[in-house]
Nanobody, 122 residues
Framework: VQLQASGGGLVQAGGSLRLSCAAS????????LGWFRQAPGKEREFVAR????????DYADSVKGRFTISRDNAKNTVYLQMNSLKPEDTAVYYC????????????????WGQGTQVTVSS
């Protein structure tokens, strides 16, 4: 599967952005999907994940209550709604797909998008 992330940009602290990740292929519903981010000089870190049907989600503590992951299997798209953004959310955001039943660490994800830059100004 090929993933294409979009929706990044520059926003002031407290603002919102919605990231999208469109996938190719007919088996989109077979994948757990995740969002990760990587800030300059830091390792890529987990942000959120969603189960194959969308019935289960999980978030990093740093974004819990502010970010919402969702998916539309009919449109082969996963979203990340980001509210109350903080300067520390600044990073390149990546979407990823995993074929296992429920995927945790980034090493378990099989496919990655190219990333979209999110910059939050103070």
């Amino acid at each position: 599967v090929q993933l294409q992330a979009s929706g990044g940009g520059l926003v002031q602290a407290g603002g919102s952005l919605r990231l999208s990740c469109a996938a190719s292929g007919r088996t989109f519903g077979n994948y757990v999907l995740g969002w990760f981010r990587q800030a300059p000089g830091k390792e890529r870190e987990f942000v959120a994940r969603i189960s194959r049907t969308g019935g289960s989600t999980d978030y990093a503590d740093s974004v819990k209550g502010r970010f919402t992951i969702s998916r539309d299997n009919a449109k082969n798209t996963v979203y990340l709604q980001m509210n109350s953004l903080k300067p520390e959310d600044t990073a390149v955001y990546y979407c990823a797909a995993c074929q296992q039943l429920w995927c945790g660490s980034k090493s378990e994800y099989d496919y990655w998008g190219q990333g979209t830059q999110v910059t939050v100004s103070s």
